[in-house]
């Protein structure tokens, strides 16, 4: 079965710092992926999406992910972080890559200082 | 648009009692909606993929008889927490798959078993 690892629990940037993010799969097939954000008390908002093609992948307030499949890897990017960037990041997979329920990573807490 | 609600989006009860709460697709058909559950800290954990006109599908080691599931229309799933205890507290929350394959999430359910 799909799973999937963030390497970070905890990341504490400046603004203006560069932030990646890890993630990493487990199942080598056709695989989708995709990033959610969820900000403080609110809900899963979708980040980006990777189904196929052009393996970086941009999506909304600035943030970009690559896509590479030597690696097993889906990292999240984003050259220059806010404060209003402070949120918990999850990575998911479909588990199969079927149907639309997600397996979704640990999660990491990004805490941007003012 | 894909909008995704959730009622109540928080609930305290007292042990041994039953707690319904409701996901609907605002502006969207869904007819499967997907039961995670996320405890503090942690990721989501899907529990069941709740399908419209027909039985959920439970992951291993969620107990049916204890989250009844039941998808009534194609704009409406709820999760019956049956007798629950305080280790039934989490935030519970749900997914419906929107425009363009991506999951839409709703904003959580609170349950607090006293």
């Known amino acids: 079965a799909q799973s999937v690892s963030q390497h970070n629990h905890h990341v504490i940037l400046s603004e203006a710092a560069s932030l990646e993010l890890g993630c990493n799969y487990s199942?080598?097939?056709?695989?989708?992926l995709f990033w959610y954000v969820q900000y403080p008390g609110q809900h899963l908002q979708l980040l980006l999406k990777?189904?196929?093609?052009?393996?970086l992948v941009k999506g909304i307030k600035g943030f970009e992910a690559e896509f590479i499949k030597s690696k097993f890897s889906f990292n999240l990017r984003k050259p220059s972080v806010q404060w209003s960037d402070t949120a918990e990041y999850f990575c998911?997979?479909?588990?199969?890559?079927?149907?639309?329920?997600?397996?979704f990573g640990q999660g990491t807490e990004l805490s941007v200082k003012p | 648009g894909a909008v995704v609600s959730q009622h109540p989006s928080r609930v305290i009860c007292k042990s041994g009692t039953s707690v319904k709460i409701e996901c609907r697709s605002l502006?969207?058909?869904?007819?499967?909606m997907f039961w995670y559950r996320q405890f503090p800290k942690k990721s989501l954990m899907l529990m069941a993929t709740?399908?419209?006109?027909?039985?959920?599908?439970?992951e291993q080691g969620v107990e049916k008889d204890k989250f009844l599931i039941n998808h009534a229309s194609l704009t409406l799933s709820t999760l019956t927490v049956t007798s629950a205890h305080p280790e039934d507290s989490s935030f519970y929350i749900c997914?419906?798959?929107?425009?363009?394959?991506?999951?839409?999430f709703g904003p959580g359910t609170r349950l607090t078993v006293l």
């Open positions: 997914s419906a798959e929107g425009p363009t394959d991506t999951q839409y």
């Open positions: 199942y080598g097939g056709t695989v989708n």
């Open positions: 990777y189904f196929s093609g052009d393996p």
């Open positions: 998911a997979v479909p588990p199969y890559n079927q149907g639309g329920k997600l397996i």
């Open positions: 502006d969207f058909q869904a007819t499967t």
């Open positions: 709740s399908n419209e006109g027909s039985k959920a599908t439970y």
